[in-house]
């Protein structure tokens, strides 16, 4: 029994010495594998604060850029009411030309109406004045005559 004493102790200190060898090595695998996790973790937490940067950035931009596109539709408002002001203005325009043509029209055409009319006259007055000078020329050959004879008549 003494031997079995022995060797059950041997036995035992082998078992014991086993265990902590295998504990030792668990917790150098446990303490790697945690090392490799909290260097996983650390990676995961710095991409994660520059995704959280990033996504900071990029919703300022996005800010930006709303402002931007609300000051360039306030642009585009006021460009096509005043399109519209232009548009409305040159109707407008457009209607007065078209009654200012109509009324120079009907001047013209009274005009021309009024010109034919004065060069009848003229033409009339023309003829008039024509006849009424050879009447003048005739009477004052007349006269001539007539004052040729008294002087005939008196001499």
């Known amino acids: 029994m003494a031997m079995m004493k022995t060797s059950v102790n041997l036995f035992l200190i082998l078992l014991v010495v086993l265990v902590l060898g295998v504990v030792g090595a668990l917790t150098v695998y446990y303490q790697q594998n945690l090392a490799s996790l909290s260097d996983g973790v650390i990676s995961t937490n710095s991409t994660l604060v ?7 950035a990029t919703r300022q931009e996005l800010d930006t850029t709303k402002l931007a596109v609300s000051a360039n539709r306030e642009d585009v408002d006021k460009t096509v009411s005043l399109f519209e ?3 409305s203005k040159l109707a407008s325009t457009e209607e007065t030309l078209k009654q200012t043509q109509d009324t120079l029209k009907k001047t013209i055409q009274t005009k021309d109406a009024q010109i ?3 060069n009848y006259r003229l033409s009339n007055l023309t003829a008039q004045n024509t006849v009424l000078r050879t009447q003048i020329i005739s009477l004052q050959d007349e006269i001539d005559d007539l ?4 002087d005939a008549c008196q001499g």
């Open 50 to 56: 520059t995704c959280q940067n990033d996504l900071y």
């Open 116 to 118: 034919t009319d004065l």
């Open 147 to 150: 004052e040729d004879d008294l």
């Open 85 to 87: 002001q232009s548009q």
